[in-house]
């Protein structure tokens, strides 16, 4: 027969006791900081998914401030070509209406007016969106275009008004946002033409149908711009959609492999109370208890 | 026929003898929480019979020898399973320490760094001009860099803390192989007038247990009871002495050599060398895999960035971002903190190219490391898993060791421990022997009144 001594009542109750301290300690910290993983070792596999898990979630983060960025600047772009395309109709309906039946003594006030479209066109040109002058290519810290003091030419910035500027909107995917000053307004053509036709007036010339064909195609022409912004629109909004349902999939993934089911370790934590607690009270019952009580 | 004096005689060796028995039990008493205490027995005997005419008479009782209740098989057991067991505590020790250190998963560890860093130039491909942003890519720069040192600078602090204690151990062990040799000395003396030096054999024990903690030693004793013990066949601690152990530097790892000789001397386990797999293992193995994270990202963040345009008239090119070759020597180019406008974004000077920003960006997704298969990310992650996992096995052998060492321990107890219950009950009955016997003296006495009386 195996002997016990009173020390091995003492010893195992001590180890009873810690092994369970240690649970409590473990389930404590699951729910103090509501995660199963606190540290690699908690579940090596789970914390190496989590950091990935994490830093795909953080890129993701950065790509919806991309997306929302980027779609302020295409909103941006797209206004001004609106506005642009009304100037454009608005110099259409004003030769048209010159061209038909118009005295050359009322000329001058008709040129008078496509001076003004020429500024607010040009003005158009130069928009700037935090700060940076959204036609201006790559190099977008000059206005692109620039009317001469003496209204007689509209200059290119001398540096380039072309380039592309791209976002990142994903694992790879690098869309383009802008619409240089090159490709919006054909270089400086649809001003250098406006500036011809005010200058014809000018000089008591009637609008031809040439002209007017002129500004119909240039009307055309940038419309078809704002067209090609609302794709690019579009485009954006299914990379803003697939990268959405992308971030609900890692948030659950991450949730799956690091949170703890509080519920579930609340139950193991009352379990592990009462264990303790029954462990403390037979340790209790048990360990004063020699021969030497009953000695008399 | 027996004479009165002789069992007058026998009751006084009854006498002496139950006194004797109670004295060890006494003994065990007092010892029942000495560390390392093995109980005693006094083992009694009938004495030398007399021999008469009707045959032999017996002369009552006396003690043949006072022995140590101990299992040798289980004594070597515990010292096998002790070395394992501090090799093990050893190393989990110093990796849980690693793993503070890393302090992963967390959004304040490396991983946390590198994606901010790489996220602050998706925001400078956003504002290539701005200034407010080319200061965060700074300060992102500044804090990666800073996380890569302070892992690098922690890991080689650890190495100096192991240092310091491999020398404690040492001091221990060669404090300890000391002792053992010197209590060996007078147990053998001992021996030699067949009287068993218990609780010197009890402190020899209980050294050499703590001796198992340590270090890999290997137990043998002669048949005239002295003890040798040697750590990787060399000898530490016999009769003839002790030989110290010492460190000795080779390359960046550290190795024991006896003082003795100044060989290498195998340490295998015990905490000494779970230590010493840390100190001379775990540790560069991880410094070298961070080194390897730094020095990519050094290498591709510079070749990219370098290749760029930053601000100005006409813009500065030909910068690199950092500066360092890896994890230790990492920083910021002083090109890039004297002036922001050097932080390249555009790739053909155009202010507002910002084809460099994205580039370094999707640095963070490009697989660079293993021949071109693992990201940055991804190299690290499975690192710090690595880290975790060991200390897992670690653990999980750990609460093993635990769980065979407390067997063990039980077992000890079963055989040398000391019961209180036990004991009691033995001091009843070696009272009621000695009441006995002298009531046996009482009554021989009563026998010489009656013979006196007759006179």
Do not use: C, W
């Amino acid at each position: 027969m195996m002997r016990i001594t009173e020390n091995k009542f003492i010893s195992n109750f001590l180890s009873n006791i810690n092994r369970s301290r240690d649970r409590l300690v473990m389930l404590q910290t699951q729910i103090a900081t509501s995660k199963r993983v606190n540290k690699p070792s908690d579940d090596p596999e789970a914390a190496n998914k989590i950091i990935l898990f994490q830093s795909a979630l953080d890129r993701t983060e950065q790509y919806m401030k991309n997306i929302s960025e980027g779609k302020s600047f295409v909103d941006a772009t797209s206004l001004a070509i609106d506005n642009f395309t009304n100037i454009l109709s608005e110099v259409k309906e004003l030769l048209v209406r010159a061209k038909n039946g118009t005295q050359s003594n009322e000329l001058s006030i008709y040129a008078k007016k496509i001076d003004q479209l020429l500024d607010e066109s040009v003005h158009i040109a130069n928009t700037q969106f935090n700060g940076k002058y959204i036609f201006g290519g790559t190099q977008n810290l000059q206005p692109p275009f620039v009317l001469a003091a003496d209204r007689s030419s509209v200059s290119v910035n001398p540096s380039g008004i072309s380039g592309a500027i791209k976002f990142a909107f994903g694992e790879g995917v690098s869309q383009t946002v802008n619409i240089n000053g090159q490709e919006a307004f054909r270089g400086n053509q649809i001003f250098t033409d406006l500036i011809q036709i005010r200058d014809n007036m000018l000089n008591g010339q009637l609008p031809t149908a040439l002209e007017i064909q002129a500004i119909s195609e240039h009307f055309k022409y940038v419309t078809d711009i704002g067209g090609k912004l609302g794709s690019i629109n579009q485009t954006i909004d299914n990379f803003e959609k697939q990268i959405e349902s992308n971030k609900v999939n890692l948030l659950k993934l991450l949730s799956d492999f690091q949170d703890a089911d509080i519920a579930e370790s609340i139950v193991k934590l009352k379990q592990e109370e009462m264990t303790l607690e029954a462990a403390m009270n037979v340790g209790a019952r048990i360990i004063p208890k020699t021969l030497l009580d009953y000695l008399r | 026929m027996a004479g009165l004096t002789d069992i007058l005689e026998s009751a006084r060796r009854a006498l002496i003898t139950q006194r004797l028995a109670m004295s060890v039990t006494s003994h065990n008493i007092a010892n029942v929480n000495t560390p390392g205490y093995t109980r005693q027995r006094a083992d009694l005997v009938a004495s030398q019979p007399l021999k008469r005419k009707a045959g032999l008479i017996g002369t009552g009782v006396t003690v043949d020898y006072i022995g140590r209740l101990r299992n040798q098989f289980i004594d070597q057991q515990v010292r096998t399973n002790n070395q394992l067991n501090g090799d093990l505590v050893a190393q989990q020790q110093y990796l849980s320490q690693i793993e503070a250190l890393i302090n992963e998963p967390t959004d304040v560890g490396l991983s946390s760094a590198m994606s901010k860093f790489f996220g602050s130039f998706n925001e400078l491909a956003k504002n290539p001009d701005s200034t407010g942003i080319r200061n965060i890519v700074l300060q992102q720069g500044v804090n990666l860099t800073g996380s890569f040192k302070r892992l690098d600078q922690g890991l080689k602090k650890l190495i100096s803390d192991t240092d310091i204690e491999i020398e404690h151990k040492l001091g221990r062990i060669n404090q300890l192989t000391k002792e053992i040799s010197q209590l060996d000395l007078q147990i053998t003396s001992k021996l030699v007038d067949n009287i068993s030096p218990n609780d010197a054999k009890d402190q020899r024990d209980l050294k050499i247990e703590e001796l198992s903690k340590l270090v890999n030693i290997k137990v043998t004793e002669d048949g005239r009871g002295s003890t040798m013990v040697s750590v990787g066949g060399v000898v530490i601690a016999s009769r003839a002495g002790a030989v110290e152990l010492r460190t000795e530097r080779v390359g960046n790892s550290l190795n024991i050599v006896s003082s003795l000789t100044g060989n290498s001397v195998n340490i295998n386990s015990g905490e000494l060398s779970g230590i010493l797999k840390v100190r001379n293992t775990t540790v560069p193995d991880f410094l070298t895999k961070l080194d390897q994270i730094a020095s990519n990202l050094i290498n591709r963040v510079n070749s990219i960035h370098s290749s760029g345009y930053g601000l100005g008239n006409p813009p500065s090119t030909g910068n690199n971002f950092f500066t360092g070759t890896g994890s230790s020597d990492i920083d910021i180019a002083a090109s890039i903190l004297n002036n922001l406008n050097n932080i390249t974004a555009s790739s053909d000077g155009a202010p507002g190219d910002n084809a460099i920003a994205l580039a370094i960006a999707g640095i963070e997704n490009e697989k660079i490391l293993n021949g071109g298969t693992t990201s940055l990310k991804q190299f690290y992650a499975s690192l710090v898993s690595g880290l975790g996992s060991q200390i897992n096995i670690v653990g999980n052998n750990l609460k093993m060791s635990d769980l065979v060492i407390s067997q063990l321990e039980n077992q000890r107890q079963a055989v040398s421990g000391v019961s209180i219950d036990e004991e009691m009950t033995n001091m009843i009955k070696y009272q009621r022997s000695f009441d006995a016997a002298a009531k046996v003296v009482n009554s021989v006495n009563e026998l010489y009144q009656t013979i006196l009386n007759m006179v």
